[in-house]
């Protein structure tokens, strides 16, 4: 059972698109609020103060229940460069 106050989901039927990032050699998850494919660069935000560039490994359209990682934690990508 998913309890909200733990942090879980219990009911958004929305799709957000997830994108697979090699930033700095390391693969991290973010959200995208735009279209982007495999090998695009963009610039993402890292550390709350600093952004980099990443590479596209992989995209998924997912609800909040099927994500890769939470929806309210993930960053969003800042733009396709």
């Known amino acids: ?6 942090g879980g989901v219990i009911a958004d039927g929305n799709i957000y698109t997830f994108v697979k990032v ?4 390391e693969p991290r998850w973010f959200i995208c609020p735009f279209p982007v494919k495999e090998g695009d660069r963009v ?3 890292f550390n709350y103060i600093e952004e980099r560039e990443g590479v596209v490994l992989k ?4 609800t909040a ?7 309210k934690r993930a960053p969003e990508i800042i733009k396709i460069l």
């Open 1 to 6: 059972m998913i309890h909200s106050l733990s």
């Open 22 to 25: 090699e930033l700095d050699g």
């Open 43 to 45: 610039l993402l935000p």
């Open 59 to 62: 995209t998924e359209n997912c």
């Open 65 to 71: 229940q099927t994500a890769p990682c939470s929806v």
